[in-house]
């Protein structure tokens, strides 16, 4: 309740990055609560980066958007305005600038343990975070609105959007059953992804959906959106391999 009036209160005092800044601290404390400090600071920033990409490119292109607001164990978003949708090709780039912004940033903090020559305290900190980074990354291209790999997805062909439904399909059926813990969350990303799908179909039927690109521009967005996956994908197996090795105590050679 602090943290909520602390939010109301002083947030407008700080301009356009008041709520940012306030909820950033409200999600740090939040995430400390199972990280620690340092973790939940370096999972803040790296969340931070990500919407600053689609802050920062969003206003390249001049389409409005609200800085970012974070919300605790659900990341953070913006809001974007009149333009966002004016094409397919405006909506995918805006969206795969976050998830872009994330990697390299997670990317950095990967080559720096990497070039550490003795295997320290804050060597494991990175490898961690890193894992983490790539993660999430790699989660939230999932060809599935509301994630920006379904925005991205989308501009190469709406029938991508059901493979994520697929996706979560099988998540959800994985929790179902045991093999991983339940996400209420989840859940209700599915359900949210499950109304987007069939709004879209149906505003293709009615002759509202946004032209469709021209067929090299959705290889182009297509190709860059299975590369982004496939290296956040290698590169957190790579930051698990670190990890394990760090566990089970052996030396860098």
């Given at each position: 309740m602090a943290a909520l009036f602390a939010f109301v209160k002083y947030g407008l005092a700080f301009g356009k990055f008041g709520f940012t800044f306030i909820s950033m601290l409200v999600a740090l404390v939040a995430y400390s609560l199972l990280f620690g400090w340092a973790f939940a600071a370096g999972i803040v920033i790296l969340i931070f980066i990500h919407e600053m990409g689609h802050f920062l490119v969003s206003r390249s292109l001049g389409v409005p958007m609200s800085a970012p607001v974070f919300i605790p164990f659900l990341g953070a978003f913006t809001q974007a305005g009149a333009g966002f949708q004016r094409s397919r090709a405006t909506e995918a780039v805006i969206a795969a600038a976050g998830p872009v912004f994330g990697f390299a940033a997670t990317l950095a903090v990967y080559v720096w343990a990497v070039l550490q020559p003795q295997l320290t305290n804050?060597?494991?900190?990175?490898?961690?975070?890193?894992?983490?980074?790539?993660?999430i990354t790699l989660f939230n291209l999932i060809p599935a609105v509301p994630f920006d790999g379904g925005r991205v997805a989308g501009a190469v062909s709406r029938w991508l959007n059901v493979v994520g439904l697929a996706v979560f399909g099988a998540i959800l059926l994985a929790m179902a059953a045991g093999v991983t813990q339940f996400n209420p969350f989840l859940l209700l990303f599915f359900l949210v992804s499950c109304y987007t799908v069939w709004n879209r179909f149906r505003m293709a039927r009615l002759g509202r959906e946004a032209p469709p690109l021209p067929p090299r521009m959705r290889?182009?967005?297509?190709?860059?959106?299975?590369?982004?996956?496939?290296?956040?994908?290698?590169?957190?197996?790579?930051?698990?391999?670190?990890?394990?090795?760090l566990v089970h105590g052996a030396t860098r050679i």
């Open positions: 804050a060597v494991a900190f990175a490898y961690a975070l890193s894992y983490f980074g790539f993660f290889v182009a967005i297509g190709v860059g959106y299975v590369a982004l996956a496939a290296l956040s994908g290698l590169f957190m197996s790579l930051a698990n391999g670190s990890i394990d090795t």
